[in-house]
Nanobody, 123 residues
Framework: VQLQAYGGGLVQAGGSLKLSCAAS????????MGWFRQAPGKEREFVTA????????YYADSVKGRFTISRGYVQNTVFLQMNSLKPEDTAVYFC?????????????????WGQGTQVTVSS
């Protein structure tokens, strides 16, 4: 499966951004999808994930209540709505997919990755 993430940009603290990840190449509905982020000098970290049906979602504690993941089946796209952004949310955001019913929080379990989109939050 090929993934393409887009929608990043520069926003002031307290603002919002919506990221999108478009999937192609295989049946989107059978994939769990995740978002990860990586700040300079830091390891890639889990942000959120959603299962194949959209019925289960998971969030890192640092983004709970501020970020929302969803999926649009018609467009084969997964979205990440980010509200109340903080400077510490600044990172390159990656979408990823994994076969099966689980939504792992560890990057190594994901099969495919998008190219990443930069999110910068100014204070």
């Amino acid at each position: 499966v090929q993934l393409q993430a887009y929608g990043g940009g520069l926003v002031q603290a307290g603002g919002s951004l919506k990221l999108s990840c478009a999937a192609s190449g295989r049946t989107f509905g059978s994939l769990a999808m995740g978002w990860f982020r990586q700040a300079p000098g830091k390891e890639r970290e889990f942000v959120t994930a959603i299962n194949w049906s959209g019925g289960s979602t998971y969030y890192a504690d640092s983004v709970k209540g501020r970020f929302t993941i969803s999926r649009g089946y018609v467009q084969n796209t997964v979205f990440l709505q980010m509200n109340s952004l903080k400077p510490e949310d600044t990172a390159v955001y990656f979408c990823a997919s994994v076969d099966g019913s689980t939504c792992p929080a560890t990057p190594k379990f994901y099969n495919s990755w998008g190219q990443g989109t930069q999110v910068t939050v100014s204070s």
